[in-house]
């Protein structure tokens, strides 16, 4: 199966939803990625609007959700999980790297925008805390934390990956997607559009639910809908 997550199951880990009512983006302006590579100012404000929330990501752990999407990977049921989430709690979970594409980047990491290397993002977030001076690689170049950025793509790699495992599963699964935001909420369009089922668990409308393609629509926080589904799958006799 192909499994598509968004924010509606890493809020069970105290992961604020950005785009709901108390979302960051009702007090801040986002930085786009042009800006980022362009202003000092801009990298400062980008810093600090990502140090503002690093001990929330630094500290979350994953919840009963991520954990049976786990499961599922272990029984040899999962395609990939393709995910809109930059909690890196799939990952901190057991989810394989082969099989996660995570679309909008990580917070987990920190990359050079020049020569791509990747690192722990803690000692990055001390510098800056004490110097207020965003901090650059060794290499010279910006360092930025590992997520897409307003006015930046998602990575050619990562489409290619989810798209090829759309084209394979037998099965989609969408959790906690409002499913609002291309080109990401495409992706399980495309295994829908061959015709195999395709399940949508959120709490709240999301924007195929009118889709004929849809098989099944539950209603509800996925916290509370899809780990008892996935044992009780997994324990059925054979
Ligand atoms: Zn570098």
Not at 64 to 91: R, S
Request: overall charge negative; charged content about 20%; aromatic content about 6%.
């Amino acid at each position: 199966m192909l499994i598509f997550t968004g924010a509606g199951i890493s809020t069970g880990s105290g992961i604020p939803d950005f785009r709901g009512p108390q979302g960051v983006w009702k007090r801040r302006q986002p930085v786009y990625y042009h800006d980022f590579m362009r202003s000092e100012g801009a990298r400062i404000e980008h810093w600090d609007y990502k140090l503002e929330g690093w001990s929330t990501f630094r500290d979350a752990k994953p919840n009963a959700t991520h954990q049976a999407i786990v499961k599922l990977e272990k029984a040899g049921k999962v395609a990939a999980v393709v995910t809109q989430n930059i909690d890196g709690l799939h990952a901190l979970a057991g989810t394989s790297l082969d099989h996660l594409v995570e679309l909008h980047g990580t917070n987990s990491l920190v990359e050079c925008q020049t020569c791509g290397k990747r690192t722990e993002p803690g000692p990055h977030f001390e510098s800056f805390r004490q110097t207020r001076k965003p901090p650059v690689c060794e290499c010279g170049g910006l360092l930025k934390p590992a997520t897409i950025s307003f006015g930046q793509s998602l990575r050619n790699e990562d489409l290619e990956h989810a798209q090829k495992a759309a084209t394979h599963a037998d099965l989609v699964v969408a959790l906690g997607s409002t499913l609002s935001v291309y080109p990401a909420a495409h992706i399980p369009l495309v295994a829908a559009h061959r015709g195999v089922p395709y399940i949508v668990i959120n709490r709240g409308p999301t924007e195929h639910d009118e889709l004929p393609e849809v098989t099944l629509r539950l209603e509800g926080d996925v916290g509370d809908i899809f780990p008892p589904a996935v044992t009780s799958a997994l324990e059925e006799p054979v």
